[in-house]
């Protein structure tokens, strides 16, 4: 047993997002503004003002001691009639070192009463454009007009300048716990949106840990430099507790934070908050991360993400699929493409596609997804090509089953992947599945669909599991058993709840690969020109072939009405196209059909109207049939005689396809009969596909015919494998897929109910049943 982290970096996972009681405290005041705004305004509305005005007041607070020197730079900067872009590099210069600057001579204490409103715009106005966008994104000139409308401005004003956030009072790392504390308020005084754009504190401080935890040696040297990015940035969660955490590790190291985010208000809020935090606000963009990479040039140390689940790319699918048919691997969607109903992969290849370079340090990836990239798609599929890719590639680390309903906006099992290809040795070529499906514990008052929630011991006993690296047999948790409703009729022998456990098991990566091998039967058919076979042909085979019968059967083939037939077609097959009702209309489609007919009951005459169970003479007695009656038939009309005449029967012969010189090979086809190799036509009604298991230990086709001869051969001794279906990479025979079946891997047997016992409660509840009726009945 390999225990790599000791027990001191496991416990630093639950210690990050502490708050003081100064920090709670200030974050609390704050939030009271709400008071003032009830009634006037909703309340997820109120963080849409409140964090605004937080964050003007910092800005105002840090601009304080430098204020003085920007405003002495004005006039000589306007006077030199530069763009803006070159104005404010020079009045940056003025801040000694800040990101943002204010131009205006008044500040949240000069605003007056009168003109409260125009002053408060003009104020936000002569912001730099990285702060002032951040305002207008938060609509926020808008409420300032209706606050105004409300009576309110001068009120909230007033409150909010009483409070110092100037960075004498509270520090940038206090600061920014505070903004965090509202956008989690505000998260939760809107939670029926709030799963769109956030993402709960328990989840983001787990997901944080498991990616950062391998580094904890490093990220307590001095000088330390890290990037961080979060492609769905949100409001910055992820950010936010990853700065945290390497802050509580070294208070000196410099992490860098970039993101990119597609709602705009998410955005302002996400922006905000690495303002605060002295981020460069710069890294942060507005933009669709899939089609509109605003980072393509970065490459990052760690990345986190938590994508919308299960939300289809079909707005951007010929972007994506131009830069996977086009740049291949030297784009970002080498690997393969999802389906367009789920994008989630195509969050998880744009985060690989950022990782720094092994040389350079390497990088890791930690990435909330629901349960479908484990298994959807089969065999040679986008889906599966991706798995195969980060697989294959030795990517994986592990993935963590979380419990459901720990979101905001849905209930679903959901589930954390850990990626790196900075890989310990002992990982190496190894996945780690952790089950903690049972590691949570219900909420006071749910928050949307949020009703569980992990605590500080929940996520101790995941990053221990993960950072030991071990594995770890179901072991029974000390969690309270899930309570059951008590209404209606209660049985006296209920069934045995499973006990909730935690499991953790290590596979090889192989291990998850599969090759989907293509089992044939051979095509067994009889053949009998009957009259009623042959009546077939008097109508087309195909799509018209339903709707010429029913005209038939109402009109025959005079088609004297063609427009009672045309509406009777639009009635009853609205599916067909006009060009197809005007081919079923037209009189030489009818002929055509009659033609063929009467050419069938020519050669019925010589082949005669007995079934025959050998289609290998089919051929020969048509010949000689068409050669005796004078009959010429075209490949169509052949083809469609063929049809109509012949069916499936198990009991017939089976048909031969050909016949080689070569030596018999029954595995792959090649039957030796009657000192003949011959080749059978394959049913494809009967073609099966059997997954077999990667072993890299032995041959591929070792493998493949161990399994076929132990597995299909005892139950179909007339299959074999179609050799023609290889696989695109490798070349091999079956195709490569890859699926995690990780519900498989955890699951716990559970015996039924005992027969007795449900006799007994049917009997129980067929007397309650009968007492009923005669109470009715009296």
């Known amino acids: 047993?390999?225990?790599?982290?000791?027990?001191?970096?496991?416990?630093?996972?639950?210690?990050?997002?502490?708050?003081?009681?100064?920090?709670?405290?200030?974050?609390?005041?704050?939030?009271?503004?709400?008071?003032?705004?009830?009634?006037?305004?909703?309340?997820?509305?109120?963080?849409?003002?409140?964090?605004?005005?937080?964050?003007?007041?910092?800005?105002?607070?840090?601009?304080?001691?430098?204020?003085?020197?920007v405003l002495a730079q004005i006039d000589t900067v306007q006077a030199m009639n530069l763009p803006e872009e070159a104005q404010e590099k020079l009045l940056l210069r003025a801040t000694g070192g800040l990101s943002f600057f204010n131009t205006s001579k008044m500040d949240l204490a000069t605003l007056g009463e009168k003109d409260i409103a125009a002053n408060l715009e003009s104020y936000i106005q002569c912001f730099s454009k990285d702060a002032r966008e951040i305002f207008e994104y938060f609509k926020f000139v808008e409420f300032i007009g209706q606050l105004n409308d409300a009576n309110l401005l001068y009120k909230i004003v007033q409150k909010v300048r009483q409070t110092d956030l100037s960075p004498q009072a509270i520090s940038n790392h206090e600061m920014g716990l505070v903004f965090e504390e509202l956008i989690r308020k505000f998260a939760e005084s809107s939670n029926d949106t709030a799963g769109e754009h956030f993402t709960p504190r328990d989840i983001v401080r787990l997901t944080t840990a498991l990616v950062l935890m391998e580094d904890d040696d490093a990220l307590t040297k001095e000088g330390i430099v890290r990037t961080i990015y979060d492609p769905t940035a949100g409001t910055g969660g992820f950010l936010s507790?990853?700065?945290?955490?390497?802050?509580?590790?070294?208070?000196?190291?410099?992490?860098?934070?970039?993101?990119?985010?597609?709602?705009?208000?998410?955005?302002?809020?996400?922006?905000?908050?690495?303002?605060i935090k002295g981020q460069d606000v710069q890294n942060i963009k507005l933009g669709n991360t899939l089609s509109n990479d605003q980072l393509y040039a970065h490459k990052f140390d760690y990345m986190l993400s938590n994508p919308p689940f299960g939300v289809d790319w079909k707005k951007i699918e010929a972007d994506i699929k131009d830069e996977h048919t086009l740049k291949g691997f030297d784009g970002r969607f080498g690997a393969g493409l999802p389906r367009v109903s789920d994008g989630s992969l195509l969050f998880l290849l744009h985060l690989i596609s950022k990782m720094r370079d092994a040389a350079n340090g390497g990088a890791r990836i930690g990435i909330i997804l629901n349960g479908s990239p484990l298994f959807t798609g089969g065999a040679g599929s986008g889906e599966s090509e991706i798995r195969r890719y980060i697989l294959e590639a030795d990517l994986l680390e592990a993935i963590v089953a979380l419990p459901t309903d720990m979101f905001y906006n849905t209930g679903i099992s959901t589930y954390i992947w850990i990626l790196s290809n900075k890989k310990a040795p002992e990982r190496k070529g190894k996945v780690q599945l952790i089950n903690a499906v049972n590691l949570c514990g219900k909420m006071r008052k749910s928050l949307g669909s949020k009703r569980n929630e992990m605590d500080d011991t929940d996520i101790k006993t995941v990053t221990r599991a993960f950072g030991d690296f071990v594995a770890i047999a179901a072991r029974e948790l000390d969690k309270p058993a899930e309570q059951k409703s008590n209404r209606g009729r209660q049985?006296?022998?209920?069934?045995?709840?499973?006990?909730?456990?935690?499991?953790?098991?290590?596979?090889?990566?192989?291990?998850?690969?599969?090759?989907?091998?293509?089992?044939?039967?051979?095509?067994?058919?009889?053949?009998?020109?009957?009259?009623?076979?042959?009546?077939?042909?008097?109508?087309?085979?195909?799509?018209?072939?339903?709707?010429?019968?029913?005209?038939?059967?109402?009109?025959?083939?005079?088609?004297?009405?063609?427009?009672?037939?045309?509406?009777?077609?639009?009635?009853?097959?609205?599916?067909?196209?006009?060009?197809?009702?005007?081919?079923?209309?037209?009189?030489?489609?009818?002929?055509?059909?009659?033609?063929?007919?009467?050419?069938?009951?020519?050669?019925?005459?010589?082949?005669?109207?007995?079934?025959?169970?050998?289609?290998?003479?089919?051929?020969?007695?048509?010949?000689?049939?068409?050669?005796?009656?004078?009959?010429?038939?075209?490949?169509?009309?052949?083809?469609?005689?063929?049809?109509?005449?012949?069916?499936?029967?198990?009991?017939?012969?089976?048909?031969?396809?050909?016949?080689?010189?070569?030596?018999?090979?029954?595995?792959?086809?090649?039957?030796?009969v009657n000192n003949q190799v011959i080749e059978y036509q394959a049913d494809s009604d009967l073609r099966d596909n059997e997954n077999v298991a990667l072993n890299p230990a032995e041959t591929v086709n070792a493998i493949n015919e161990a399994y076929f001869i132990k597995e299909v051969q005892p139950h179909v001794a007339d299959a074999w494998i179609d050799a023609t279906k290889r696989d695109d990479k490798d070349g091999e025979i079956g195709i490569v897929g890859y699926e995690i079946p990780f519900n498989r891997h955890f699951y716990q047997y559970q015996p039924p109910r005992d027969l007795l016992d449900i006799d007994a409660d049917l009997d129980a509840v067929s007397a309650e049943i009968m007492k009923l009726l005669q109470e009715v009945h009296s």
């Not at 705004?37 to 964090?51: A, E, M, N, P, T």
């Not at 934070?257 to 302002?268: H, K």
């Open 1 to 69: 047993m390999c225990v790599k982290y000791p027990y001191s970096f496991a416990i630093h996972t639950i210690n990050t997002h502490t708050m003081t009681q100064h920090t709670n405290n200030l974050a609390a005041f704050i939030w009271s503004l709400a008071d003032l705004l009830r009634g006037d305004f909703k309340q997820s509305q109120y963080g849409r003002i409140i964090l605004p005005f937080t964050l003007l007041r910092r800005l105002e607070g840090v601009l304080e001691d430098r204020k003085a020197a």
């Open 241 to 275: 507790s990853s700065m945290e955490y390497v802050f509580e590790l070294n208070p000196q190291a410099a992490i860098k934070g970039f993101g990119q985010e597609l709602n705009p208000e998410s955005y302002a809020i996400c922006k905000a908050d690495m303002l």
């Open 491 to 672: 049985s006296a022998n209920p069934k045995t709840e499973a006990a909730k456990t935690f499991a953790s098991k290590i596979f090889n990566s192989y291990e998850f690969g599969y090759r989907r091998i293509t089992i044939e039967r051979p095509l067994r058919e009889s053949y009998q020109f009957s009259d009623e076979r042959l009546a077939e042909l008097r109508f087309v085979s195909g799509a018209l072939n339903a709707a010429m019968k029913s005209v038939y059967a109402e009109w025959g083939e005079l088609l004297a009405a063609p427009d009672d037939i045309r509406r009777h077609l639009k009635t009853h097959f609205s599916e067909l196209k006009e060009g197809q009702i005007k081919d079923l209309l037209a009189p030489k489609t009818w002929q055509d059909q009659t033609a063929l007919l009467a050419k069938a009951k020519q050669l019925q005459h010589v082949i005669g109207s007995a079934q025959c169970d050998d289609m290998n003479a089919f051929e020969d007695a048509l010949k000689v049939a068409c050669k005796t009656a004078a009959v010429t038939l075209d490949s169509k009309e052949k083809k469609q005689l063929k049809d109509a005449v012949s069916w499936r029967n198990p009991a017939a012969e089976k048909v031969i396809k050909k016949i080689h010189k070569t030596t018999a090979n029954p595995l792959y086809g090649l039957f030796a």
